[in-house]
């Protein structure tokens, strides 16, 4: 059997103190295996974008483990947290905007940056993802110049930059009309077949939901259901 790319173990996460303390997560146990498509679904507020920031390391539980490759995120320190996150992760996610006044490459760039990849070939991968992803011809705009769709591309294209093991996205067919999303939707779907790449999404969207392998629903901070998807 081969081993989880992640894993978390009787997960809690509780927000604020006292009488305003609010259990978003009251015990959540899942293993994402190796290149699957995985969709979290569940009405909101059930706990779906609260599972998938600590299933990704951007926050930590109030108990419960995170396993990364086996690797417990509790015995791992911030700086070397955050250079896993970066090497191993990457997010489509509507609250990581892209930086508006910057251009479309340097947009791209910033994993590397922070991975510490020489200019020279950061700029050389940058524009290979963006030419995987149809904006080569972008890559001098600034950000702010495009069209909803196309900045969700840009955030693709910098999600795959680092070549992650796993793909995050959290509602990312949320804010575009209908046929944009189907666009998005089917480049996610593509990187993750051909490339393995791991894929984990948080959806409201039926039609993306069943195109993943595996469908966890969660209710009031729990999983409430698992299903697999026939191939
Ligand atoms: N930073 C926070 N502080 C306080 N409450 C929060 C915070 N983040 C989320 N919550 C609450 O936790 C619950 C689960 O939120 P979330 O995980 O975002 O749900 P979903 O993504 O399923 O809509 C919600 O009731 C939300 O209001
Ligand atoms: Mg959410």
Known sequence: MSEAVLEVRDLHKSYGNGADRFDALRGVSLRVKPQESLAIVGKSGSGKSTLMH????????????????GRNARDVRGGELNRMRNAEFGFVFQQFFLNAHASVLDNVMLPLVIAGVSRPKRKQRALEALDRLGLADKARNRANDLSGGQKQRVVIARALVNEPRVIFADEPTGNLDSTTGAEVEGMLFDLHREQRITLVVVTHDDDLAARCERRITMRDGLISDVSEVAA
Request: net charge negative.
């Open 54 to 69: 600590l299933l990704a390391l951007l926050d930590r539980p109030t108990s419960g483990d995170v396993l990364v490759s």
